[in-house]
């Protein structure tokens, strides 16, 4: 199977403590990803996060950088293009100019999954960087029925 690397960069006008918040805190994380999240933020520890209903993601984590880095293996419940913990994603939290750049690397992304992936992390890293500023953005229109992510 062919696969690909994505790499995404947004500045956060927030500090790294805050923003290492959203990745280890399953009510922080629902707040811009999901609408049920379960969070083990340990190494080995699992995660199941129900974007919709449909579409979850399950996988572990296997690094983790108090405010730094996040990394945590990454798949679809029943895909079989990309199941459970087949793809690593890695969450960089950078500081930079009074806030900090979050840099995501999704590692081994299927061929045929990269354009739903750059889709989707593109629509939460703009959730989590409108959080992130002090934005409450209510529900995410992707947590609805029906989404096919």
Not at 14 to 37: A, H, Q, Y
Request: glycine share 8%.
């Amino acid at each position: 199977m062919t696969t690909e690397n994505l790499r995404k960069e947004i500045f956060i006008e927030s500090s790294p403590e805050t923003l290492f918040s959203f990745f280890i805190d399953p009510d922080k994380m629902n707040r811009w990803m999901g609408r049920n999240v379960l969070l083990e933020p340990k190494i080995g520890g699992k995660y199941r996060i129900d974007i919709n209903g449909e579409n979850v993601a399950i996988g572990e984590y296997t690094e983790i950088v108090e405010n730094e880095k996040v990394v945590m293996t990454w798949g679809w419940k029943d895909s079989d293009i990309m199941p459970p913990g087949s793809t690593t994603v890695e969450f960089l939290l950078i500081p930079q100019h009074e806030g900090t750049l979050l840099v995501l690397n999704h590692y081994d992304i299927p061929v045929e999954k990269v354009p739903s992936n750059h889709k989707g992390w593109t629509h939460y890293m703009e959730r989590i960087k409108c959080l992130g500023q002090g934005e409450d953005l209510g529900v995410d229109p992707w947590s609805g029925d029906n989404i096919n992510i």
